[in-house]
Each structure stands twice: as structure tokens, then as C-alpha cells.
């Protein structure tokens, strides 16, 4: 014996009464009206100046230089291998360093703070200085336990991930403003 089924497609709200459709409509539409009112945007990424529509990125530190290679492409720049006319931004240097904030009884180590800094300039393609060289530092704090070690280093790896992230977010705000 073969069983017939059919597959019943519901259009939205069919459960719910006349007044209740109502409802959730007049909540919608006061809930976008007072969105608009108070001046909510949706947030948009900040033009690039014109300077910056072909661009190579010089950066010892190669992820840094790839995430920002990826930004800058996502944005409308041309990222370019060699740096004949173009734009050049140039990490000057970076460096990543762990120490210790805080020690234990036993006098071993319980909490390590990371540090990120780099140096960056922007040189435009005729060899003037667009943006001098300028550095951003940022910390982040995380704890460690011995009996926790693969955890710690995930942690690290994962902090060192989102510092990079946020100076690349920075570089980007500071594009923008030349």
C-alpha cells in the first residue's frame, strides 16, 4: 500500500488571528519609524581618499600586510606587487610581546599581558610624504595556568589575531581621514 503525502507550504502569519497579524504589523511599522527617527544608519565603511585607488602595502609582518591588502581590496583600492605609481603604505616595523603582568604564590607566572605595535607611513607614488610615520600600540591582557597550557596558547593566538584586526580597523580609519 502506497501512502500519498502532499507537502502543505503555510504562508506566513496563518496561525495567528486578524488582530494578532495586525499587531505585529503596527509593531514593525512604529518599531522602524522610531529607528529612523533617532538617526539609526546602518554603519558604512569610510571612503577611501583618491590617492589610495592603487596602493601597495609594504609590511614585514605578513599577516598583518595580507589583512590589510584584503581591507583595502574590499574597499575599492587596486593592491598592487610593485610600487610603481602607486600609493605606498609602509609598516615600518612590528613587533608582538608577551610579559608577565602578575605571579603567583609560587612565584610562576599567572597572568601575561600581549603587546602589539606597529609603524606606519604612507608615501604617495611621486615620493612625497602623504602621512608621516605614525605608531599604534594596543595590549591585551589574559591569564595562564600551567595545568592549561594548550588553553593559554589558544587564548594567545586568538588575542594576537583580534590586535591585528583592530590595527588594521585603525590604519583604515586613519586611510580615510587623508
Known sequence: MKLNTTTVIHPPF???????????????????????????????ADELAPELTRVHVLSTDRPLGTQLSDML????????????????????SSNLE?????????????TYALR?????????ASGDL?????????????????????????????LTAEMRKEITLQIMQRLSKL
Do not use: H, M
Request: glycine share 8%.
Open 98 to 110: 608577551r610579559t608577565v603582568l602578575t605571579l603567583d604564590a609560587s612565584g610562576r607566572a599567572s
Open 73 to 92: 581590496r574590499a574597499r575599492g583600492a587596486r593592491v598592487v606587487a610593485f610600487p610603481d605609481n602607486a600609493t605606498t603604505i609602509d609598516i615600518r
Open 14 to 44: 496563518q496561525g495567528f488571528s486578524s488582530i494578532r497579524r495586525r499587531c505585529v504589523f503596527v509593531g514593525l511599522f512604529v518599531g522602524s519609524i522610531l529607528l529612523g527617527g533617532c538617526g539609526f544608519q546602518l554603519r558604512v
Open 116 to 124: 602589539y605595535e606597529i609603524v606606519f607611513q604612507v608615501t604617495a
Open 130 to 158: 602623504i602621512q608621516p610615520a605614525q605608531t599604534i600600540t594596543l595590549w591585551r591582557a589574559y591569564d595562564y595556568s600551567p595545568k592549561l597550557q594548550l588553553q593559554a596558547d589558544y587564548e594567545a593566538d586568538f
